[in-house]
């Protein structure tokens, strides 16, 4: 089985702080994204990578930024939270292109006060 | 742009009734659909992914059809479980985007 794996299910952050966001995937997977989730408007698409040190930005990237030294890992940054980051955060690994089916982790809940 | 629509965002029926739930997209231009389960608080569980050329994929209690050219999906759920509870999700892949609908929040009764 697919395994993703999210660093913290819920993290509470005071706005200015620097925030890492790890994931973490086991099945030698080439693309890793970044989505959040909120009421009312759906997931949507931060950041992915399809390749080591590689990323894309997605729909929302503003305010985010992220890494990838290992295949295996894909990490997303605030470099200065703000209170509108406050979100649930997915993470979620595919072995192709995005047309390849997607595994998803299970989720951070970030709380920015 | 593409956007995904998934009607009702609410349903409860009793257990044991057969249920569909729909999803439609505005550009038929996809390289696949899939359908995800979230379970409250938690990470999305996918269920099924058809492929643009495929009209339909099965599995267990669950059967999702494709229409491209009408742009719209069915989730069919038979014989329906209190276990079955929990929000469904769609989401076309397209123009290299994978993009969702709001999802269906779906509440069987025992």
């Known amino acids: 089985d697919v395994k993703v794996t999210q660093s913290s299910r819920y993290l509470v952050k005071r706005t200015g702080e620097k925030v890492f966001l790890e994931c973490v995937q086991d099945m030698d997977h080439e693309n890793m994204f970044w989505y959040r989730q909120d009421p009312g408007l759906g997931l949507r698409l931060i950041y992915f990578s399809y390749d080591v040190k590689m990323k894309e930005k997605g729909d929302i990237p503003e305010g985010y930024s992220v890494s990838r030294e290992k295949k295996e890992r894909f990490s997303l940054i605030l470099e200065s939270a703000s209170t509108n980051q406050t979100s649930m955060y997915l993470c979620?690994?595919?072995?192709?292109?995005?047309?390849?089916?997607?595994?998803f982790g299970p989720g951070t809940r970030l709380t920015v006060t | 742009k593409q956007e995904v629509t998934q009607i009702p965002a609410a349903l409860s029926v009793p257990e044991g009734e057969n249920l569909v739930l729909n999803c439609s997209f505005t550009?038929?231009?996809?390289?696949?659909l899939q359908w995800f389960r979230q379970d409250p608080g938690k990470g999305l569980t996918s269920l099924l992914l058809i492929q643009s050329s495929q009209r339909e994929q099965t599995s267990g209690r669950l059967n999702a059809s494709l229409d491209k050219s009408s742009g719209r999906s069915t989730l069919y759920i038979a014989a329906s479980q209190p276990g079955d509870s929990a929000t469904y999700l769609c989401a076309v892949v397209g123009a290299q985007k994978l993009v969702f609908g709001q999802g269906t929040r779906l509440t069987i009764n025992p």
């Open positions: 979620a690994s595919s072995f192709g292109p995005l047309e390849f089916q997607q595994y």
């Open positions: 550009d038929s231009a996809i390289y696949n």
